[in-house]
């Protein structure tokens, strides 16, 4: 489990850098996908690990990107957010150990809104940091809105394949 997690933890990480961030659809709109990984630890993930693994996964993806603290400073404050957004979304029931964030646990409905609601706010994080007073408020606006779009649109495609491979594991 924590290998796999550990794999999936840099695979990500390698896919944004290495495919994503060469991406540039329309001259401003790069998906991204290595939020996935904060959108997926369990419920029951202690509050210092998440901040530590989004610290961690920010700061190897400013070491790739050149944006030093940029990233890191990000990821943090998704996980950061992450607790709260989950208690506004709690459903009447309680959450189990181990229990994690998607389609099979949670359902569609509940797992589109958590997802666009921290895609968002983390985005919309790096595009402020990101272009602090080099563009106009309508660029920044769209940026983020095609931004999130994107991204929200990839994480699903990944989700639904996630969903698909865990039914294929149990038959």
């Not at 999936?8 to 390698?14: H, K, V």
């Not at 996964?57 to 990000?74: C, E, H, K, N």
Request: proline share 4%; aromatic share 16%.
């Amino acid at each position: 489990m924590i290998r796999d997690t550990i794999i999936y933890f840099f695979a990500l990480i390698a896919v944004q850098v290495l495919i994503l961030n060469n991406i540039y659809l329309f001259h401003f709109v790069t998906p991204i996908i290595y939020i996935y990984f904060i959108l997926k630890l369990p419920f029951d993930t202690p509050a210092w690990l998440q901040l530590l693994s989004a610290f961690a996964m920010g700061l190897i993806l400013d070491i790739f990107t050149a944006t030093p603290g940029l990233q890191a400073s990000v990821c943090v404050f998704t996980a950061f957010v992450r607790p709260f957004v989950i208690r506004a979304l709690r459903s009447g029931r309680e959450y189990e150990p181990g229990l994690v964030p998607g389609f099979q646990d949670n359902g569609s409905r509940w797992f589109f809104i958590y997802s666009i609601i921290l895609i968002a706010i983390h985005i919309a994080g790096l595009t402020l940091l990101e272009n602090f007073g080099s563009s106009s408020d309508l660029q920044i606006f769209y940026r983020w809105l095609f931004n999130t779009l994107s991204s929200f649109f990839l994480i699903t495609i990944l989700e639904v394949l996630n969903k698909s491979g865990k039914k294929k594991q149990r038959i």
